[in-house]
């Protein structure tokens, strides 16, 4: 009696609706960085469900490790698996549970060794470039004719003043845009003492008035809407405006900008990794990546992958990286903590400093 009671209560409960054993699957993604049929199609074909979140700013992801947030796959950056696997946030990898790894792209696998020896904690979903999304009929009669490939007009504050009336927008990601204004000053970004960034960040303060928006996504509707002129973007939400119909091209600066590779890891506090492994083998399938490239038109890392995208897309500047685009490409470096540190600082100060409205 007391028994049948009890379950009658449990039953009750909301909180036992989602048994323990019932399949859900969270994943924390990068925001506009998937192609939502893979994950209908996915749950169809197993049955699983997945809970889907999304974060803009490597800060929030960062976050959520910290927090130990109860997530089976996330999505970081090349740049901060060092940090992860540090602290033990990652899980080694059991390959046998990735048999479609063999299709991934050797050359990408090798540049990211660099950050995670072996491939051990992350395989590479996908990658891009950081430069500017030049929106080019509106940016040239703002400016009085056609742009330089440079930094210069956005960091440069007269260059800048000029385009701010058509929008201007920033990525909310400071080592990016740090890597891209270190790269316009003739430097590099890696060993750059605290000094230097704070002498850096005054270019930063002196063109704030010139920037319309610092964020990683609502400027990709901005730039589908012909709202914004030019944008410090990542190279697939660019090509989206262009595809959106926009006169919208994607230029890496002659100065140099940095390359990301993008990781699908298994934290190491993740509930279900046995769906993670589930789902991280589905994408490594070719005609998934290719499915997922069509829709975000980011580059992917799966070699097996090309012969499922138009041949449009397959020679893409963008996707594929041309000579030129190539030779202004570094992989973005970790940066040691006191660098870091001192553009968290600086950063912090930027996005918070009175927008032009309210100058
Ligand atoms: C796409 C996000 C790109 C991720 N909106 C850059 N690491």
Redesign the pocket.
């Known amino acids: 009696m007391h028994r049948l009671l009890a379950c009658l209560l449990i039953a009750l409960l909301p909180g036992f609706v989602v048994a323990a054993d019932e399949n859900v699957l969270r994943i924390y993604n990068?925001?506009?960085?998937i192609a939502p049929e893979v994950l209908t199609n996915f749950e169809n074909e197993t049955g699983i469900k997945i809970v889907y979140d999304t974060f803009s700013t490597d800060e929030e992801l960062s976050k959520a490790f910290d927090d130990n947030a109860p997530y089976d796959i996330m999505v970081p950056?090349h740049d901060s698996l060092p940090r992860l696997i540090k602290e033990g946030k990652l899980t080694s990898l059991d390959k046998a549970k990735l048999p479609n790894a063999v299709n991934l792209d050797s050359q990408v696998l090798s540049k990211l060794s660099a950050f995670d020896p072996q491939n051990i904690h992350a395989m590479p979903y996908l990658w891009g470039a950081v430069g500017l999304a030049i929106n080019t009929p509106k940016a040239e009669s703002a400016f009085g004719g056609p742009l330089p490939e440079s930094w210069s007009v956005v960091f440069d504050p007269e260059q800048s003043a000029k385009l701010a009336s058509c929008g201007i927008s920033i990525l909310d990601a400071s080592a990016e845009v740090f890597d891209g204004l270190m790269n316009y000053k003739g430097r590099s970004i890696s060993h750059t003492p605290p000094r230097r960034i704070k002498s850096a960040a005054k270019t930063l303060f002196a063109i704030r008035p010139n920037i319309r928006q610092i964020d990683?996504e609502e400027y990709i509707e901005a730039l589908n809407t012909g709202d914004l002129c030019v944008a410090v973007a990542?190279t697939?939400?660019a090509l989206v405006a262009a595809d959106e119909g926009q006169p919208v091209v994607f230029v890496v600066p002659e100065e140099g900008a940095p390359m990301?590779i993008?990781t699908l890891v298994i934290p190491t506090n993740a509930a279900r990794p046995d769906l993670a492994y589930r789902f991280i083998n589905y994408l490594l399938k070719p005609e998934v990546a290719a499915q997922i490239t069509t829709e975000t038109l980011y580059p992917n890392a799966n070699a097996a992958a090309d012969q499922f995208l138009s041949a449009e897309l397959r020679n893409m500047p963008g996707i594929k990286l041309d000579k030129q685009m190539r030779r202004r490409l570094t992989m973005m470096p970790t940066l040691q903590d006191d660098t870091q540190e001192a553009i968290d600082a600086v950063w912090a100060e930027f996005i918070e400093a009175p927008t032009p409205e309210a100058l």
Not at 30 to 33: K, S, T
Request: zero cysteines; hydrophobic letters at 25%; a negative charge.
């Open positions: 990068w925001n506009d960085y950056s990683s990542w697939g939400d990301f993008d």
